[in-house]
């Protein structure tokens, strides 16, 4: 069992900048970001795969948000910018034992407890 633990949420005004980090205690062939915003479903943000080559992001987020990874240290990052006061949720990093399709959150096998981030207006 992979433990994911996030990190770098916290309150920032419209247009600044976050970089969320997601530390593993194992390998995951793809890492995900997920938000869950209050009264909403839990929406898909950005994937990377184990290379670090391939990525998806939501078409929401695309521009302003770059995921990255150093598989030296298990760590996938998510620099956000110019962000917005609908960024606000809980933002969750998952994990797979193997490729799967990115977006869908059914097939992650591992979740971390998610950190907050909230955007002022």
């Known amino acids: 069992q992979v433990q994911l633990v996030e990190s770098g949420g916290g309150l920032v005004q419209a247009g600044g900048s976050l970089r969320l980090s997601c530390e593993a205690s194992g390998l995951t062939y793809v890492t995900g970001w997920f938000r869950q915003a209050p009264g909403k479903e839990r929406e898909f943000v950005a994937a990377?795969?184990?290379?670090?080559?391939?990525?998806y992001y939501a078409d929401s987020v695309k521009g302003r948000v770059t995921i990255s990874r150093d598989n030296a240290k298990n760590t996938v990052y998510l620099q956000m910018n110019s962000l917005k006061p609908e960024d606000t949720a809980v933002y969750y990093c998952a994990g797979t034992r193997g490729y799967i399709s990115p977006l869908a959150s059914a097939l992650y096998d591992y979740w971390g407890q998610g950190t907050q981030v909230t955007v002022s207006s």
């Open positions: 990377i795969y184990w290379s670090g080559i391939t990525t």
